[in-house]
């Protein structure tokens, strides 16, 4: 059962995940993509969990790599990235804020920095 709970946890996380970079990309670049949102999520979450464990200098490589991971799948360069990186951190954080005032969630979502 634990491998059940554990891989719905994942996939929910990842959809908010997903629906914030999709969100902060379709407002910075005008377009939306949602397989490229759910990539780019994943592809992320992959490199946040490779890094964000190493002292010091984690999270900062973390996050630098995650701006890359999305200027990687989105195009515009490095300002549109950190843009979306942005815009999306904050749609996912209103979203979850939303769900767990509402008691169906906590404050967390894979394929987002810092929720």
């Given at each position: 059962m ?15 995940g ?6 902060g ?5 005008g377009?939306g993509?949602i397989g ?38 989105y ?13 999306s951190w ?12 509402g008691g169906?969630?906590e ?9």
């Amino acid at each position: 059962m634990a491998l059940v709970d554990s891989l719905v946890v994942f996939l929910v996380s990842l959809t908010l995940g997903s629906i914030g970079i999709y969100i902060g990309g379709r407002i910075v670049t005008g377009t939306g993509d949602i397989g490229k949102a759910v990539l780019t999520a994943l592809t992320g979450a992959i490199v946040w969990s490779l890094l964000a464990w190493l002292p010091f200098f984690g999270p900062i490589l973390a996050l630098l790599s995650w701006i890359i991971v999305i200027n990687f799948y989105y195009s515009g360069g490095w300002v549109n990235a950190i843009l979306i990186g942005v815009t999306s951190w904050l749609a996912t954080i209103v979203i979850l804020y939303l769900l767990s005032a509402g008691g169906i969630t906590e404050l967390d979502a894979i394929g987002i920095p810092g929720t």
